[in-house]
C-alpha cells in the first residue's frame, strides 16, 4: 500500500488504482457520492465540488472525476501548514502526522492531467476562495473538533446552491463527538434536513429533500447488495443504508497502471459521467460477514487496513 511519509525527500507515492490511496471511503459512500453527482447531473443541477479536509486524496480523486464540464473543484486542506490553535494542532499531529501537499498532489495526479484549485490552509478561509451560491456538492472532511465543524457548516451553508448536497464524515464515530454534535444541531437549529446515513457519513441538504429522498429510494429498490431501512427522525424521513454486499462504482483509471500483468486484467475502473460498474468481490465467508456486520467501522477499517498491507508484502 502506498504510504506517504513526513520527510520531503521521501518517494512520492506511485498509486495503480484507487485502492492503494491511504484513506477510508466505503462502497457505501462511493455508490452515494456517485449517485448524487449523477443525480444533480440529470435534474439539471448545476455547481461546483467542493471538499475540506483531503487526507491524502482519495475521496477528491473520486469527485475529481465527476466533475462537469465548466464545473470547479476546490480541495481546502492545512496539508504542512500549521494549525494555529493548540487543539487542532494535537488532533493534526495525532491522525495526520503522515500529511504531506506533495503526497496529496502526487497521489491526484495519478489519476487526472491537473490539480484542483488547491486552499492551504484552515477550512475557515474557504469563503475567501469559493463564492456563494455557486457549490452543488461538498464533502466536510476536516477538523473533528466542535467549533470547527460547527464553523465548516456554517460556511457550506452560504457556498451551496439552493439543492446543494452537503456530506458530513465521523457523525457518528466515537472518537468524534464533536462532529456529531455539530450536525445534529445544524439539525434541529439551522434547517439542515437530513437525507441519509451510512456507517460513516451523513448526506443531508439545505433546500427541499424530498426529490432527493424519493429518487434515492426509487434508486434503492432496484440495487443489489445495498441495504436501506427508513426512519422517522424528528418527524421526517431518514434512509439509512449498509452495502457490504455491493459492488463499487467506477473509478478513474491510474496512469501508473501496469500494462500487462493482473492490475492490468481487470475490467476497465473508469466510465465517464459515473455508473459504470467493476466486477463483482469473491464472496465473503461467513466470518467476515458476521464481523462486517457487528465490529464498530473503525475496528472494521483497522482489519480492512492489516489485510491490504499484508497482501502488498507478498
Not at 470547479?72 to 487543539?87: K, M, Q, Y
Not at 459492488?247 to 459504470?276: D, F, K, L, N
Request: one cysteine or more; proline letters at 7%.
Amino acid at each position: 500500500m502506498t504510504a506517504p511519509l513526513a520527510d520531503p525527500r521521501a518517494p512520492l507515492p506511485r498509486p495503480t488504482r484507487l485502492s492503494e490511496v491511504k484513506g477510508w471511503f466505503f462502497t457505501a459512500d462511493q455508490l452515494l457520492f456517485d449517485w448524487f453527482l449523477a443525480y444533480q447531473r440529470s435534474a439539471g443541477h448545476r455547481g461546483d465540488l467542493l471538499e475540506l479536509g483531503a487526507y491524502l486524496g482519495k475521496s477528491a480523486i473520486f469527485l475529481g472525476a465527476r466533475l462537469g464540464e465548466g464545473e470547479r473543484f476546490t480541495v481546502c486542506d492545512l496539508f504542512d501548514s500549521p494549525a494555529e490553535d493548540a487543539s487542532n494542532t494535537k488532533e493534526m499531529a495525532k491522525s495526520y502526522a503522515t500529511l504531506t501537499r506533495r503526497a496529496f498532489e502526487a497521489n491526484y495526479l495519478a489519476f487526472h492531467d491537473t490539480l484542483p484549485d488547491i486552499v492551504q490552509g484552515l477550512s475557515s478561509r474557504v469563503r475567501e476562495h469559493v463564492t456563494a451560491d455557486s457549490v452543488r456538492f461538498a464533502h466536510i472532511d476536516a477538523s473533528h473538533l466542535y467549533e470547527h465543524v460547527h464553523g465548516d457548516i456554517l460556511a457550506v451553508r452560504e457556498l451551496l446552491t439552493g439543492t446543494g448536497v452537503v456530506v458530513l464524515d465521523d457523525f457518528r464515530a466515537e472518537h468524534c463527538p464533536g462532529v456529531a454534535a455539530a450536525t445534529w444541531q445544524a439539525v434541529a437549529n439551522e434547517g439542515l434536513h437530513p437525507v441519509c446515513i451510512t456507517g460513516t457519513k451523513f448526506y443531508g441538504t439545505w433546500g427541499d429533500p424530498e426529490p432527493l429522498r424519493s429518487a434515492l429510494l426509487a434508486w434503492l429498490a432496484g440495487r443489489d447488495g445495498v441495504w436501506h431501512e427508513v426512519q422517522q427522525v424528528n418527524g421526517a424521513p431518514l434512509i439509512r443504508i449498509s452495502a457490504k454486499g455491493a459492488t463499487e462504482p467506477a473509478h478513474p483509471v491510474s496512469r501508473h497502471r501496469p500494462a500487462g500483468g493482473a492490475t492490468a486484467a481487470r475490467a476497465p475502473e473508469h466510465v465517464p459521467g459515473a455508473g459504470g460498474r467493476r466486477p463483482a468481490r469473491p464472496a465473503r465467508g461467513p466470518l467476515r460477514r458476521l464481523a462486517a456486520d457487528w465490529l464498530p467501522p473503525a475496528v472494521t477499517r483497522a482489519l480492512v487496513e492489516a489485510r491490504r498491507a499484508r497482501a502488498a508484502r507478498r
